[in-house]
């Protein structure tokens, strides 16, 4: 089984930053694609930013030019650092792992983390 486990969020005001971080751990063969999803109250869940294992990235668009996402390959571990915040970014903050075990291959996310953007 795979474990992800999200951290990092909280309560900032509008035009500030966080770093929010992710550890995936388990029996993990390969780790193929990391990223970020949020869902906003009264909303669906939506992608905010992947990396490939080759450290490829694709962002929504809203958050184009305000957020970058990395990772530690070694470590299993993604990161999202997002800078000038606004309210609308207001979400709980969802990790997915894609990753090869054994012969299979599955999506695994984590609880997720609470970012309030509020002044």
């Known amino acids: 089984q795979v474990q992800v486990v999200e951290s990092g969020g909280g309560l900032v005001q509008p035009g500030g930053s966080l770093r929010l971080s992710c550890a995936a751990s388990?029996?993990?063969?390969?780790?193929?694609?990391m990223g970020w999803y949020r869902r906003a109250p009264e909303k669906q869940r939506e992608l905010v930013a992947v990396i490939t294992s080759g450290g490829s990235t694709n962002y929504a668009d809203s958050v184009k030019g305000r957020v970058t996402i990395s990772r530690d390959n070694a470590k299993n571990t993604v990161y999202l650092q997002m800078n000038s915040l606004r309210p609308e970014d207001t979400a709980v903050y969802y990790c997915n792992a894609y990753a090869g075990l054994g012969y299979s291959r599955g999506d695994y996310w984590g609880r997720g983390t609470q970012v309030t953007v509020s002044s």
């Open positions: 388990g029996s993990i063969d390969i780790m193929y694609r």
